[in-house]
């Protein structure tokens, strides 16, 4: 009942978070609901957390770290490897989803000139990565459909994202003020400590119907993810294998 009342309580129309509701707990103090297998939280280990100056940083960071994940399962033949990075990928873009259609996509409709459309554009887009995201995050690397179903879903996923990038994010950053896009970047960020860790396509893409399913999933996601494998901290890199990241 206390993370339901988190989430309807905190949202507000734009998708910021209220200020009269207690900050996050720090990584320190979330580490035991994270898995033995990695000490903290995944985006700790590899990515900069922020601050962030503007929401286009905090995206463009995560969609550089999925290209990263991708990578690495990609470049391996080892089973146990590739399931601790597929875990890291699944971990990371159902987090990231959730937090741009709570906070992103209605910031979008709010301030952007045709804002509807590309929001409705992007949660389209969204489901169906979902869906493929699904049927990914069942399959063992032993599968032969792991491949296929991963190199399917990375094409629709770097498509949206190099769209992301080159248009929607601009025109928000056009559309607000320095202060506003560091607000929703600090939103954005609050949204995927508290999302769900796994792919939910049957949950509804818009608040507050999000938020409120949401906050019924995550523990039991979290929960599970103690017994799932990740990546140990030693072995994560950028893409081009140099650490890209402070721990």
């Given at each position: 009942m206390t993370c339901l009342r988190?989430?309807?309580?905190?949202?507000?129309?734009?998708?910021?978070?209220?200020?009269?509701?207690?900050?996050?707990?720090?990584?320190?103090?979330?580490?035991?609901?994270?898995?033995?297998?990695?000490?903290?939280?995944?985006?700790?280990?590899?990515?900069?957390?922020?601050?962030?100056?503007?929401?286009?940083?905090?995206?463009?960071?995560?969609?550089?770290?999925?290209?990263?994940?991708?990578?690495?399962?990609?470049?391996?033949?080892?089973?146990?490897?590739?399931?601790?990075?597929?875990?890291?990928?699944?971990?990371?873009?159902?987090?990231?989803?959730?937090?741009?259609?709570?906070?992103?996509?209605?910031?979008?409709?709010?301030c952007v000139e045709k804002g509807n459309y590309m929001a409705s554009q992007d949660r389209h887009e969204h489901y169906k990565l979902k869906r493929e995201l699904k049927k990914f995050q069942k399959l063992r690397p032993s599968s032969p459909e792991f491949m296929p179903t991963l190199e399917r879903l990375w094409k629709e996923l770097k498509t949206h994202m190099q769209e992301e990038e080159a248009h929607d994010l601009v025109k928000l950053e056009e559309a607000v003020t320095d202060g506003r896009s560091r607000a929703i970047a600090e939103s954005f960020e609050y949204w995927k400590d508290v999302s769900p860790t796994r792919s939910h396509p049957w949950v509804p893409n818009t608040p507050p119907w999000e938020t409120v399913v949401g906050s019924i999933i995550a523990p039991w996601d979290r929960m599970m993810d103690q017994w799932r494998k990740w990546p140990p901290p030693e072995d994560i890199t950028g893409p081009t294998g140099a650490r890209s990241g402070a721990m």
């Open positions: 988190l989430y309807s309580d905190r949202i507000l129309s734009n998708g910021l978070v209220s200020s009269r509701v207690s900050k996050p707990l720090r990584t320190r103090e979330r580490r035991a609901t994270i898995g033995q297998h990695w000490p903290e939280e995944p985006d700790d280990l590899l990515d900069h957390r922020g601050p962030w100056n503007k929401i286009s940083e905090a995206v463009k960071n995560d969609h550089r770290q999925l290209e990263a994940y991708y990578v690495r399962m990609t470049k391996s033949d080892d089973p146990v490897y590739q399931e601790e990075w597929q875990n890291a990928f699944i971990w990371k873009l159902s987090r990231h989803s959730i937090a741009e259609e709570i906070v992103l996509y209605p910031n979008l409709e709010r």
